[in-house]
Every structure is written in C-alpha cells, then in structure tokens.
C-alpha cells in the first residue's frame, strides 16, 4: 500500500519508500482543476512507487503538468527524466546550475558514483536526460503557476548544494525546502546536516536559513522527511548542529585524525544521542538512509575546509 495522505488542501505527501524503508525520502504533489504539480521526483528506484501514488489520487500521468526540482541530486532529482516519459504535458522547473545536468546527466552521474561506488544502481538505478525544450529555468524569486490562482516563489537557497532552491506556497505559506532545512525524521528533535561533497558552504548555508527564517514560514516540507511544524526551533537545531559539527571535524582533520576514523566516531556519538532522544532506535535507519554515509558526510566537511581556510572565514 503506497503511504500518500494529504498535508494541507490540495497538497500531498507521498512516501517514496526508498529501500524499502520508510520515512526516507518523501514527493510532495499538488492537485489542481488544471493539473498536477510534483514537487521532488525520487531517484528511479522509486518511481514505481510514485505512479503508483498518483494513480491512487486518480492523476493521470497526461494530468501531471508541473515537475518543480528543489536541487538535481538524485535522491531529489533522478526519476525526472522517466517522469517526463510517461507525462508528455510536463515540464521540469530547475535552478539555472542545475538545468544542464537535466539535459546531459553524465557529469552528475560521474560524481555521484566517485561517492557512492558499485551501489549506484541500487541506489539510484537509471538515470535518463530531459528533453532540451521541456527543461525550464526558474531564477530566485520568479513564481510557477500551479493552476487556480496558486503558485510557488523560487527561493535561491545555496549552502547544501550551488543550484539549491527553495519554494514558497505563497498562498499557504507553506515551504518545501528540499535539504537546505536538514534532515528529520518522525518530529524526533534533531535535525541532521546532509552534508554531502562536492559544493556544501556553511556561510552560504547560515545565509539560507536566515533568508527562510524572515520568510516565518507557517509549516516546512522536507524531501526527508515530511512536514515540520515548528520551524524557528528546526532552523535554530539545524544551524547549531551543523557549526558543532564543522568545528569538530575541523579540529579532528587539524589533529591529524583520518577521515574514516572521524566518520566512525561521529556516527557513534550521533547514533547514541538519536538513540537517547527516540528512547530506542526506531528512527536510526530512516536517518542512515537519507543522509547516505557518515563518511560523505565528513568529506563534505573536509573539502569546504580545503577551500575556506580559515574556519571562520566560512561565518
């Protein structure tokens, strides 16, 4: 049974499921009388799972007209190309960075794989390029007409990833934020930076968040995972954990520490804390998913130092 409920009228959460594990990565769609907008695609693995959701909300895949990307990694990004296959009235929304790798995936492919090695295809399975002519550019601020009077504000949100967007649902105040917000799972009270190499910059990122912030969004929707009700005291975690973090691997990396031995040790501590605060670990493979590895994590780290030196200079 395909996990898909409605947040708020109109929109829809749906549980991609990836890996057959829940609350991991989640698409947003919204229904309209002039279509269907799908916030997030998944990667390809999981596209099964999202046809299978619109089919049970009765969209057809001719109804399916709007594919709005917060960021082209493939957790976010990776069925789009399939999407726009099967849904010949669709057109893909993408920051201006990201809308080459739509049309020629091979670079973005290529750095995915020097992460995550021979588990690509398990992963993420295929990705296909999108059709020149049906790849729309939408710079920071412009909005996309969903239909009825609705649409949502691009919001150009660099920290997580250079061609990072967030939207606005100016009609509800609502925001999908993609990964800029960090990762939760189950309203736990911790948010994980997702971290990832090849462009994280925390200076960046802090500006993100403020520029959100100001915004006084009434509820987050996060590709990991689902809505956030409480978005000052989210934003204020995700910001203190993510300067923690950098401070530590950065004194961990001066020391000398390899990186693999700072990814062990850190998944230790955070492993323990997550445990403490679900009072189990019932939340902990949710968060392993979605934030791919603690060593990915350090390397994201680890490269920003290389090129912001010193530290503080990324603040």
Same mark, same amino acid.
């Given at each position: 049974?395909?996990?898909?409920?409605?947040?708020?009228?109109?929109?829809?959460?749906? &549980?991609?499921?990836?890996?057959?594990?829940?609350?991991? =990565?989640?698409?947003?769609?919204?229904?309209?009388?002039?279509?269907?907008?799908?916030?997030?695609?998944?990667?390809?693995?999981?596209?099964?799972?999202?046809?299978?959701?619109?089919?049970?909300?009765?969209? !057809?895949?001719?109804?399916?007209?709007?594919?709005?990307?917060?960021? =082209?990694?493939?957790?976010?990004?990776?069925?789009?190309?399939?999407?726009?296959?099967?849904?010949?009235?669709?057109?893909?929304?993408?920051?201006?960075?990201?809308?080459?790798?739509?049309?020629?995936?091979?670079?973005?492919?290529?750095?995915?794989? /020097? =992460?995550?090695?021979?588990?690509?295809?398990?992963?993420?399975? %295929?990705?296909?390029?999108?059709?020149?002519?049906?790849?729309?550019?939408? %710079?920071?601020? %412009?909005?996309?007409?969903?239909?009825?009077?609705?649409?949502?504000?691009?919001?150009?949100?660099?920290?997580?990833?250079?061609?990072?967007?967030?939207?606005?649902?100016?009609?509800?105040?609502?925001?999908?934020?993609?990964?800029?917000?960090?990762? /939760? *799972?189950?309203?736990?009270?911790?948010?994980?930076?997702?971290?990832?190499?090849?462009? *994280?910059?925390?200076?960046?990122?802090?500006?993100? =968040?403020?520029?959100?912030?100001?915004?006084?969004?009434?509820?987050?929707?996060?590709?990991?995972?689902?809505?956030? &009700?409480?978005?000052?005291?989210?934003?204020?975690?995700?910001?203190? /954990?993510?300067?923690?973090?950098?401070?530590?691997?950065?004194?961990?990396?001066?020391? !000398?520490?390899?990186?693999?031995?700072?990814?062990?040790?850190?998944?230790?501590?955070?492993?323990?804390?997550?445990?403490?605060?679900?009072?189990?670990?019932?939340?902990?493979?949710?968060?392993?998913?979605?934030?791919?590895?603690?060593?990915?994590?350090? &390397?994201?780290?680890?490269?920003?130092?290389?090129?912001? /030196?010193?530290?503080?200079?990324?603040?």
């Amino acid at each position: 049974m395909v996990q898909v409920h409605e947040v708020e009228p109109g929109w829809y959460a749906i &549980d991609l499921a990836f890996q057959h594990v829940p609350h991991v =990565i989640a698409s947003y769609v919204f229904v309209g009388r002039e279509g269907a907008t799908v916030v997030d695609t998944g990667p390809q693995t999981t596209l099964p799972t999202l046809l299978a959701a619109l089919s049970e909300l009765g969209i !057809g895949e001719a109804e399916v007209r709007n594919l709005v990307l917060t960021h =082209i990694h493939l957790d976010h990004a990776g069925a789009a190309g399939h999407v726009l296959e099967r849904c010949s009235n669709a057109r893909v929304f993408v920051h201006p960075v990201g809308a080459p790798h739509l049309v020629d995936p091979s670079r973005l492919w290529a750095s995915a794989a /020097r =992460i995550y090695g021979d588990r690509m295809e398990q992963l993420w399975g %295929e990705v296909r390029p999108c059709p020149s002519d049906r790849v729309v550019i939408v %710079e920071d601020n %412009e909005t996309i007409e969903l239909g009825g009077g609705r649409c949502l504000r691009a919001l150009a949100t660099p920290g997580h990833a250079s061609h990072h967007h967030a939207y606005l649902d100016t009609a509800s105040g609502s925001l999908f934020a993609g990964d800029v917000a960090g990762i /939760r *799972i189950g309203g736990q009270r911790f948010v994980f930076p997702p971290t990832p190499p090849p462009d *994280i910059d925390l200076g960046q990122w802090r500006r993100s =968040i403020e520029r959100l912030r100001q915004l006084r969004p009434t509820r987050l929707y996060l590709g990991h995972f689902g809505a956030v &009700d409480d978005p000052e005291w989210h934003f204020d975690d995700l910001l203190a /954990r993510l300067f923690l973090w950098g401070g530590w691997i950065s004194a961990q990396l001066e020391l !000398g520490q390899e990186p693999e031995a700072i990814a062990e040790r850190l998944r230790e501590l955070t492993e323990a804390e997550l445990g403490q605060l679900a009072g189990g670990a019932a939340s902990l493979p949710a968060y392993q998913w979605a934030s791919g590895s603690y060593r990915m994590t350090v &390397d994201g780290y680890a490269r920003y130092f290389r090129s912001h /030196r010193p530290f503080a200079s990324g603040i």
